[in-house]
């Protein structure tokens, strides 16, 4: 049977149908009336969801893009940097500094396992002179499923006064508390097929006014990635270059369907979602490749030894048309992910782990009772 | 009478409902084999309307963007360039230029008037030093209505044979000829919702072999918009980062119906359309911007002097619910501009006409016989 598909990968994320229908109207103009209307809707519910005040800019890049121009508006050549690195995406940042002739001192830690905010700490405090001027940090780490403890190394940061904290929150905005103005979080990053339940094509960042400061006198080389023009055209609810309409019109529906399920039922749907999965592998005898209390609420890596993870995937898709993400890099092989990020159901967890057991069980998986581990995610989520 | 949008601007255009349709399909993994075998296809039919055997690329971009990355990808700071300047587009260019410390050196023209190629021919002869790394060109000047002698000015750049052709052709690919390889363009950028007929959110640069030779010099920094990564993974039917897959979805329906209607069909059209335009609003005794000779096929400024500009667009959009685009900068006001690029039928063109006559009526415009508009356009379209 064809055309049933399920996406339970870290993105794109599974739209809703009033999205998808909103998004198949026909374009109207940017530059009109209608069009700034819903500019200024989406700019206010984009900031509701940011928790901030602050400026949250669109652009029409992917997360990547995003980062890069959270990255590149507010530093300069030479500039020291610390860049947390523990998984493909930390990785991707460092290259980023690194293209643009930054001084990248890199704070490591294994995949899988989550930064140490310690390494953070002692590198900020032997700072006296205040050379670093920003630390960047993934807060979710979508390659390995492990969140970074944000709010311990930001305040660090806060502590050294100077550096700017430049958050990748692509898979943990609308999925993970990021609370950008109790936390004085200067810079963060997301892009729109994640948390936004919409498909991909659109980033944000935003941009608190310490942030700002720092644009003034940086020096690196911009343009579409300029920020600046972003921010002149959104406090008239338009933009500097043409924006993809139709998506925008689609986070319009998207952003009201969030505002209607509300943060905190949002942010626990995730938690739940990531306990229940969680359980539901220990139940199956299948190793979490993050540990307890470092797993991300988007999306949850799983490293078989008794079954090859490719395997997994390859049978999850051909018999239950369940899409699961496989690991990146040197993980290729080693991992498979379940992404539980946006418009996911309890239900879908169910779903997934239902046919997950089922495809153990084809491919020859020991050691776990049949049942096991629908019955562990569904305690998790009927006592949540 | 709500709901019943026509779109008559240079972008976004009107998109067909097989294309909104497939747009508002759930997503798709993008690393999938499905999305793979959906790149293979667009990649090759993006190849066929380009008229190229060199690489062609997508990025999720606006047309700015894609632009951005077609200069900075093959120059290193201080490279001199000349930059063809006679519009709001060849002005954003020479602005990129100066962002990333090239030595611009500036051609220009009036806006409304064509570029001289005699200027680049003199330019580029006396530079006996080959100091001259690139021209860069609009095409089709979207802020006037004018088409730039692109073949004539490219003859006299393959002459000088250092110097890079790089062009922007954001509203001539899909209306206009562009034949890159029979005339060997080196880098042309072009964007989404203008001739492809899809909403915006993507953008294209198609790269021949000299420009990736220069590429391996140019020492400008760029991540998200470099090049080569993108090329790598289009080689394999994939993309760097995560690409906009229901745009692309929908680009594959638009190109499928592109090739059903053959390139020289599309451009005959255009043609058509610009000439039945021009021609209506010589009837009407509104003067049009560009001279006759230099008007863009996908787009005619008219600059009237007897009824208000900006009257006209609003009675337009007020009775017959007609988007027609306003003047940029310092043409705010002075013109309006009606667009016939993309998903544009010769009934929308007599429409637009008609629905013009009867605003003229309603503005008091005098000097016109009622009928004369669209009897010219008639002509025109039953004749060709």
């Not at 508390?177 to 729109?192: E, F, H």
């Amino acid at each position: 049977m064809d055309n049933k598909l399920m996406l339970m990968i870290p993105g794109p994320t599974p739209v809703p149908e009033q999205v998808l229908l909103a998004m198949a109207k026909h374009p109207i103009g940017h530059r009109s009336g209608e069009f700034s209307k819903i500019m200024a809707e989406v700019t206010e519910n984009l900031k509701w969801l940011h928790q901030t005040q602050n400026d949250v800019l669109m652009l029409t890049v992917s997360g990547t893009g995003a980062m890069e121009a959270g990255i590149i508006n507010f530093l300069s050549p030479g500039d020291r940097v610390l860049v947390g690195s523990n998984g493909k995406f930390g990785e991707r940042w460092v290259e980023v500094c690194e293209a643009y002739s930054l001084n990248v001192d890199p704070v490591t830690a294994e995949w899988g396992k989550p930064l140490d905010p310690e390494q953070f700490r002692e590198k900020l405090e032997a700072d006296t002179e205040k050379q670093i001027k920003a630390v960047i940090i993934t807060h979710s780490e979508t390659s390995t499923g492990v969140i970074n403890d944000l709010e311990t190394i930001n305040r660090h940061v806060k502590a050294h006064g100077e550096a700017l904290i430049i958050v990748d929150a692509v898979t943990s905005l609308g999925a993970a508390n990021v609370p950008i103005d109790d936390w004085g979080l200067d810079v963060v990053g997301s892009g729109s097929q994640k948390g936004y339940m919409i498909p991909p094509g659109l980033g944000f960042v935003a941009v608190s006014p310490k942030a700002w400061e720092a644009y003034e006198k940086a020096k690196l080389p911009k343009y579409y990635l300029d920020l600046k023009p972003y921010r002149k055209n959104a406090a008239k609810n338009t933009t500097p270059f043409t924006p993809p309409v139709n998506l925008i019109i689609g986070l319009q529906a998207a952003l009201q369907m969030m505002k209607a399920e509300g943060l905190e039922s949002i942010f626990a749907r995730h938690l739940r979602q990531m306990n229940a999965t969680r359980e539901a592998m220990k139940a199956l005898g299948l190793p979490l490749f993050a540990p307890d209390g470092a797993g991300s609420p988007a999306i949850t890596a799983v490293a078989p030894t008794t079954v090859d993870a490719e395997q997994v995937r390859s049978v999850m898709k051909k018999r239950f048309d369940i899409v699961l993400a496989g690991g990146q890099d040197h993980l290729k092989g080693k991992i498979f992910r379940i992404g539980h990020l946006g418009f996911v159901s309890d239900r879908d967890i169910l779903t997934a782990v239902g046919s997950l057991e089922a495809t153990l069980i084809e491919l020859g998986h020991q050691g776990f009772t049949s049942g096991a581990g629908v019955a562990a995610a569904a305690k998790v989520i009927a006592k949540s």
